[in-house]
């Protein structure tokens, strides 16, 4: 697979007269522009070409509906707007996700942990749209009732579990596929359910946005095998977030490699 067998696939995936394809040979970087909408979007094709190899044609498939659905989600914003509108949820991202819209607009944000930044989500039916500072004024909430909305709505969400066992270690999956799996970290209820089942030490991992893993690690062989999970996740995943876990001790999520560092430092000075 290279950029210009993708493109031709992407252009026969999506067909349609609205669609401009600009395509940057230095940068990699497909710009596909909707003439009605007068709007478009960066599409960075090796991305979509490395996940290519390892899920084929479901790279595609993947990549084709985002397009879709975000494209459907500015034709609502154009014809219909936002007003009444109040099915907002937390979704999880990187700290390294971009922080403004392409015209500059900053987005609703909140700090969650070193590795992942809470965004704001206007649920669409099939699709959301991440809410920006200009959008507060339609919709008619401050930033902080955003907040209040969307944490209240997420613990309305259902956490049920699908449970699997390597090595003795339990590994607990949240998948619903219903764009919000990630921000079910956000439940603290459920968090602190969830670790009254633990035997070991509790992990909360959420590789990308449709996937929450809980981890009861009992062995130096779950660390490892989580690793590996998260990492597979996180490559696989249309939105990835972190191939980081955490440890959730105290009410808190600390990434595992600071939680390791700490104890051998607490070791070290507990020796001198």
Do not use: C
Not at 137 to 156: D, K, N, P, Q, Y
Not at 196 to 224: A, C, F
Not at 231 to 248: A, D, K, N
């Amino acid at each position: 697979m290279n950029s210009t067998k993708l493109i031709e696939i992407l252009k026969k995936r999506l067909p349609s007269e609205h669609f401009s394809w600009d395509f940057d040979n230095k940068t990699n970087i497909l710009r596909l522009e909707h003439a009605l909408l007068k709007k478009g979007m960066d599409i960075s094709l090796p991305e979509i070409i490395s996940k290519y190899g390892l899920k084929k044609d479901a790279a595609i498939e993947d990549v084709a509906y985002t397009i879709d659905e975000t494209f459907k989600a500015m034709e609502i914003e154009l014809t219909e707007g936002f007003k009444g509108k109040i099915n907002i949820y937390p979704v999880i991202r990187s700290t390294s996700f971009t922080e403004e819209t392409s015209s500059g607009q900053r987005f609703i944000m909140k700090d969650h942990t070193v590795e992942t930044r809470i965004y704001y989500a206007l649920d669409l039916d099939t699709t959301y749209r991440l809410i920006d500072e200009s959008m507060l004024e339609e919709i008619g909430l401050t930033a902080t009732e955003i907040m209040e909305s969307a944490l209240f709505r997420v613990r309305s969400l259902p956490t049920s579990t699908k449970e699997d066992e390597v090595a003795g270690n339990i590994y607990y999956f949240v998948n619903n596929n219903d764009g919000y799996d990630a921000s079910r970290i956000l439940n603290t209820a459920f968090l602190k359910e969830m670790e009254s089942k633990i035997e070991g030490h509790m992990t909360v991992s959420v590789p990308h946005q449709d996937v929450l893993i809980i981890g009861d690690i009992r062995n130096d062989t779950g660390y490892d095998v989580l690793a590996q999970m998260t990492m597979h996740y996180f490559t696989q995943g249309v939105v990835p977030v972190t191939s980081l876990s955490f440890i959730y001790e105290d009410d808190k999520l600390e990434p595992i490699f600071i939680m390791a560092k700490n104890r051998v430092a607490r070791r070290e000075r507990n020796n001198k």
